[in-house]
């Protein structure tokens, strides 16, 4: 298997089960605070939202226009990346926020398929702020892989916390 094809799998692999997670827990809990957690399912998924963006697009294959008019990714980013959970209670709509998520997730995908090995291999494109991890295409994507499922198992802990356990089978 090709790493292109390598990741790209995974990738989506790692969006399934954060869907698989976000999805088990309903609309009107996403904003709750459980005791001893200091997130919620809000402020989980807005973020990986805001890094899926960074992580294996902008860095990738630069802004996308089509994304940004759609997606208001300058306020979760103020929200979901220097924010905090309790701040970003009652800021957005959940329901709006796992729209804007799928839209995210779809272009992620869509880009990391049309990406030949060579373009894997290449610089990251010039976007600020830098990276802090990667230096090529292929590292960022690897890179987004891996926060999306240290992710996971944050709102593993708060689905259990709000509604039980996830069900592993499928």
């Known amino acids: 298997m090709h790493y292109r094809q390598l990741l790209l799998s995974q990738t989506q692999n790692a969006y399934e089960w954060a869907n698989r997670l976000i999805d088990g827990i309903p609309l009107d ?20 939202l805001v890094s899926y963006y960074y992580h294996s697009i902008m860095v990738i294959a630069g802004h996308q226009m089509d994304v940004l008019r759609e997606v208001p990714l300058k306020e979760y980013s103020e929200l979901f990346t220097k924010g905090t959970p309790v701040n970003a209670v009652g800021k957005t709509s959940a329901a709006m926020l796992r729209q804007h998520f799928a839209i995210i997730e779809k272009k992620s995908i869509g880009i990391i398929e049309t990406l030949s090995a060579e373009q894997m291999r290449a610089p990251l494109e010039p976007v600020m702020p830098r990276h802090p991890i990667a230096h090529s295409k292929l590292e960022a994507i690897d890179w987004n892989i891996k926060h999306t499922m240290w992710h996971c198992g944050q709102l593993a802990m708060l689905k259990r916390s709000i509604n039980g356990r996830l069900e592993f089978a499928i």
Request: without cysteine.
């Open 29 to 48: 809990q996403w904003d709750h605070i459980p005791n001893g957690i200091d997130s919620n399912v809000t402020w989980q998924a807005g973020h990986l």
